[in-house]
């Protein structure tokens, strides 16, 4: 686990200590999504701010009684300008960041309104990060699934599949979340005009795709130990540049 800085630990021990009782109060979403926000300034990692936000808003919506309102609707009462968040499986997640990818043509086209028109599904942002729009969803009770567009120091584009905080040291099997694997989602992306360009190796493997000025670097892993050859995406990163 990163190094948490002092000022975000007095955060999460204001949360630790709230009293949540039997339902989400708006304070306490109010802080759960202050923390969630914050969680990404000290650790500096993109697609964490969608790992946590997932599981803190799903948690809030745990404690939510839902008598008086139909199952789909109680995750938008944590806040009514918030979207309500998509139920989409690991399939559909994916191919969403791939119809995003296949419609960008400049680099303006990296922003959450251009995201909404291709893909139907609204992001999020946050008062702590103005710049960022995330949105996330919970898969299984291991993995979930995270959107990230950041308007600086440049536009660009992220996607990828995380674990819950519990297990951020633990390496379970990405069974659930390979249903589009690395060789489907080349194969779409070479559809696209995109070519293969290289791979590196930056903790874990990348295969970069290219097309004019846009670089795609999509991260992989093995399914599990069980099954090391099939190849599952972690983590796909898009960026405009003329390097």
């Known amino acids: 686990m990163p190094s948490i800085r002092p000022e975000l630990q007095k955060i999460i021990d204001d949360f630790a200590t709230k009293d ?18 914050r969680w990404l300034s000290a650790i500096k990692t993109p697609v964490a701010i969608a790992s946590m936000s997932a599981f803190l808003t799903l948690n809030a919506c745990s404690h939510t009684p839902t008598t008086t309102q139909p199952k789909e609707q109680t995750m938008n009462t944590t806040s009514t300008s918030q979207p309500e968040t998509p139920h989409l499986t690991a399939e559909q997640a994916t191919l969403t960041a791939l119809r995003f990818i296949g419609s960008l ?8 309104e251009r995201f909404k028109e291709v893909t139907g599904v ?3 942002s946050f008062p702590e ?44 099997p990405m ?6 694997d690395l060789q489907r989602f080349q194969t779409e992306m070479l559809k696209m005009g995109f070519v293969h360009a290289y791979d590196k190796r930056v903790n874990i493997m990348n295969r970069v795709f290219k097309k004019g000025a ?9 399914e599990s130990e069980q099954n090391p050859d099939h190849l599952c995406i972690n983590r796909v990163f898009v960026e405009y540049t003329d390097r």
């Open 122 to 124: 609204q992001l999020r």
């Open 175 to 180: 069974t659930d979340t390979c249903t589009v």
């Open 105 to 112: 043509r400049t680099e303006a086209d990296l922003n959450p």
């Open 214 to 222: 846009w670089y795609v670097s999509v991260e992989y892993v093995g």
């Open 129 to 172: 990060l103005p710049e960022n729009f995330q949105l996330a969803g919970q898969l299984t009770n291991v993995w979930g699934y995270g959107f990230e567009i950041r308007a600086y120091p440049q536009p660009t584009f992220e996607f990828g599949f995380y674990k819950v905080p519990e297990l951020w040291n633990q390496y379970p």
């Open 20 to 37: 949540l009782g039997g339902t989400a109060s708006a304070e306490a979403v109010s802080l759960k999504t202050t923390l969630s926000a």
